[in-house]
């Protein structure tokens, strides 16, 4: 696909292009210099980025694109993407759309493909080891800077994040706090709570789903959290795409066992973030969504 057809998320080129290059920038403890926070405004608009999931089958990579508030699809690459643990969309810019992509292998490699001040670049690998984690993801700028930073949850339980500068590189790993092994699923890609800085979702692994909300401080970028309710554990994914739904505010997906999508639309409300869910798609118990 690409951001010439469908202009949301990076599409299948970006995400291939990460696996070409050949500047080895950073390890998970130790990267390149710190780019600095508020460095400009944090995003803006809510991001609404494409769904990636690899056939558990035939291991090919397919995509899903926002057509409205359903969801399109691409013809999957005919590549084994065997190797592929998550692809993670940033919108550096601001404007919704995304301008890069973190890819994260298997085997621990991580590796970036994105644009710098509208120009495509190609980065390639940001470092190894990143399978110490047990989950990656980007809520967005942690710190108030342009670039959307990464967070990873460790198999101790201890979570740890990275600021990002705009071609991808990543400052040295920092604490954020010990305690998250209590939960087995963490997602969130943009603003839940209607204050413009990026928030999570944590589901524990009793079924409760929390809430920790950003504070915009990157040394301490997540609120105590607060609870969302009950009975999450009726899904085997959760994940965010931003806003799915294109109505301004960000959303989560749920996906039961049976293969069923769920949306819990936002609210933007903190005290209740999401809207009863609706049903999105169904076959899904085929792919490992990324």
Known sequence: MGF?????????ALAA????????????GTA?????DASGAAATVAPRFN???????????????????YLGIDAPTPEDRSDLADIITVDNNGNGYGEGAWTLHKNGRLDYAGSVDGRRQTVGPVGKGWNIYAEVLSPGSLGGAKE?????????????SYLSHPDGR???????????GRYDQLAGQGDLTGDGRPDIVARDRTGVLWLYRGTGDYKAPFASRTRVGGGWNAYDRLLSLGDDDGDGRVDLLARKPTGQLLRYPGTGDAAKPFKPP?????????????
């Open 4 to 12: 010439a057809r469908h202009g949301r998320g990076p599409g299948r």
């Open 278 to 290: 609706v049903a999105y798609a169904s076959g899904m118990d085929r792919f490992n969504l990324l």
């Open 32 to 36: 390149a210099a710190a780019p600095g």
């Open 17 to 28: 292009a990460v696996a070409v290059g050949t500047a080895v920038l950073g390890l998970p």
């Open 51 to 69: 769904l990636y999931g690899v056939h558990k089958r035939t291991h090919v990579l397919w995509e899903w694109y926002h057509d409205g508030p």
């Open 148 to 160: 959307a930073d990464l967070i990873g949850r460790d198999t101790a339980g201890v979570l740890w």
């Open 170 to 180: 990543l400052t040295p790993r920092m604490r954020v706090g010990g305690g998250w």
